[in-house]
């Protein structure tokens, strides 16, 4: 047998790791903790104050959790049909949310319903308090846009020609309360201003029907997503499109996320 000459194996060495704040920030992440629901997730809402809790929109039920335990605190279940887009108001002491018989329901800390406002004729999907705290817009498949007084429970102002399809998304400025934003599957984005007379201050368009929306921290960029894309818009050069990413290839669901069956939590170690 011919004799074999042994391979001459050259041991490269390793580059060393550039540490960068990316690399820092996802290094930061721990493993994320699974919590299960029985049915298909609409909405995620965390609450913006003490105590830090979070709520879950699935199916005829909101379910509020403790972030830190991960239990269940809260069960809301005063739908007679399937909830959706339950969210906080900024305090964390009130919580409102639609449904698909075109109420929306306004609850209190102990899960009594303070609130149940009429009007929409079709299910409402999304539902945001201003940032005065004042008052309450619902967006509904009505192709209507209410805002609603949560004292008196009387409606201030009703936006019925704005859209020509469902209205499924919308978002509240986060500074100035009588700035607001509603996109629907007509495509169409429309803003409001309450102050002034003509409804409608801009109307642009995001090219596919609109999931979700929220407006950034500093109040002067909004974010739709909706078909393939998420458009960023520049609110104080007259909704001027800032850029685009159409890096899915499926139909986006939120801004956010997309909905799951199971709620994935992520902690930054040392917050």
Same mark, same amino acid.
């Given at each position: 047998?011919?004799?074999?000459?042994?391979?001459?194996?050259?041991?490269?060495q390793?580059r060393?790791?550039?540490?960068?704040?990316?690399?820092?920030?996802?290094?930061?992440?721990?493993?994320?903790?699974?919590?299960?629901?029985?049915?298909?997730?609409?909405? =995620?809402?965390?609450?913006?104050?003490?105590?830090?809790?979070?709520?879950?929109?699935? %199916?005829?039920?909101?379910?509020?959790?403790?972030?830190?335990?991960?239990? *269940?605190?809260?069960n809301?279940?005063r739908?007679?049909?399937?909830?959706?887009?339950a969210?906080?108001?900024?305090?964390? =002491?009130? *919580?409102a949310?639609?449904?698909?018989?075109?109420?929306?329901?306004?609850?209190?800390?102990?899960?009594?319903?303070?609130?149940?406002?009429?009007g929409?004729?079709?299910?409402?999907?999304?539902?945001f308090?201003?940032?005065?705290?004042?008052?309450?817009?619902?967006?509904?498949?009505?192709?209507?846009?209410?805002?609603?007084?949560?004292?008196?429970?009387?409606?201030v102002?009703?936006?019925?020609?704005?859209h020509?399809?469902?209205?499924?998304?919308?978002?509240?400025?986060?500074?100035?309360?009588?700035?607001?934003?509603?996109?629907?599957?007509?495509?169409?984005?429309?803003?409001?201003d309450?102050?002034?007379?003509?409804?409608?201050?801009?109307?642009?368009?995001?090219?596919?029907?609109?999931?979700?929306?929220?407006?950034?921290?500093?109040?002067?960029?909004?974010?739709?997503?909706?078909? %393939?894309?998420?458009?960023?818009?520049?609110?104080?050069?007259?909704?001027?499109?800032?850029?685009?990413? %159409?890096?899915?290839?499926?139909q986006?669901?939120?801004?956010?996320?997309?909905?799951?069956?199971?709620?994935?939590?992520?902690?930054?170690?040392?917050?």
């Amino acid at each position: 047998m011919q004799n074999l000459l042994p391979l001459n194996k050259r041991r490269l060495q390793q580059r060393a790791q550039v540490e960068t704040p990316d690399s820092v920030y996802w290094g930061r992440l721990a493993k994320p903790e699974l919590l299960k629901e029985h049915n298909t997730i609409d909405y =995620l809402d965390f609450s913006p104050s003490d105590p830090d809790n979070f709520a879950v929109t699935c %199916s005829e039920r909101v379910q509020i959790y403790n972030l830190v335990t991960k239990l *269940l605190i809260r069960n809301l279940s005063r739908f007679q049909k399937t909830a959706y887009g339950a969210t906080f108001r900024q305090d964390g =002491l009130f *919580l409102a949310a639609g449904d698909e018989e075109g109420y929306v329901k306004l609850f209190d800390s102990t899960r009594n319903i303070m609130r149940l406002f009429k009007g929409h004729t079709a299910p409402v999907h999304r539902t945001f308090f201003t940032a005065d705290k004042l008052q309450l817009a619902s967006f509904g498949d009505d192709k209507s846009v209410r805002l609603r007084d949560l004292a008196n429970g009387k409606v201030v102002q009703t936006y019925e020609d704005t859209h020509t399809d469902y209205v499924r998304a919308g978002a509240m400025h986060q500074q100035a309360g009588h700035i607001f934003v509603s996109g629907g599957y007509d495509g169409k984005i429309n803003l409001y201003d309450t102050r002034a007379k003509t409804a409608v201050q801009r109307t642009v368009d995001h090219g596919a029907p609109v999931e979700s929306m929220l407006f950034l921290p500093n109040g002067s960029i909004f974010v739709s997503a909706g078909g %393939s894309q998420v458009r960023l818009w520049d609110l104080i050069n007259g909704c001027r499109l800032f850029t685009m990413m %159409s890096q899915h290839h499926k139909q986006l669901l939120s801004a956010t996320g997309i909905r799951w069956q199971e709620i994935a939590l992520w902690r930054l170690d040392g917050r």
